[in-house]
């Protein structure tokens, strides 16, 4: 049985910068894609990144395009996601997710499908001055 377990999350300021891993035990995480999603208070969860079993594809949520970088370290059986200049609308709690299709982390993505098959239980990202 995969699990993930969250890491990284903290408070920043304005501007910063944090990286969030993903480490997975139980299997072999170069098996799965991974997902970062986040959820503030009050707001719908939404997808934030996600990257391909075999790090070639990878997608970004508009609003965090140009600051965020996911990658992965399988040797470490470890995704990451690299959060720059940072904002207040950043804040939420980052939670990675893994399935073995692309497919279906497509879908749950596009809010088009609700299932993945592991998912992480969290890391609190605040961003405050």
């Known amino acids: 049985q995969l699990q993930l377990v969250e890491s990284g999350g903290g408070l920043v300021r304005p501007g910063g910068s944090l990286r969030l891993s993903c480490t997975a035990s139980?299997?072999?995480?170069?098996?799965?894609?991974i997902g970062w999603f986040r959820q503030a208070p009050g707001k719908e969860r939404e997808g934030v990144s996600f990257?391909?079993?075999?790090?070639?594809?990878?997608l970004y949520a508009d609003s965090v395009k140009g600051r965020f970088t996911i990658f992965r370290d399988d040797a470490k059986n470890t995704v990451y996601l690299q959060m720059n200049n940072l904002k207040a609308d950043d804040t939420a709690e980052y939670y990675c997710?893994?399935?073995?299709?692309?497919?279906?982390?497509?879908?749950?993505?596009?809010?088009?499908?609700?299932?993945?098959?592991?998912w992480g239980q969290g890391t609190l990202v605040t961003v405050s001055s």
């Open positions: 997710a893994a399935d073995h299709l692309y497919t279906r982390m497509w879908d749950v993505f596009s809010l088009l499908g609700n299932y993945l098959e592991v």
């Open positions: 139980g299997g072999t995480l170069g098996d799965y894609t």
């Open positions: 990257i391909s079993s075999t790090g070639d594809s990878f």
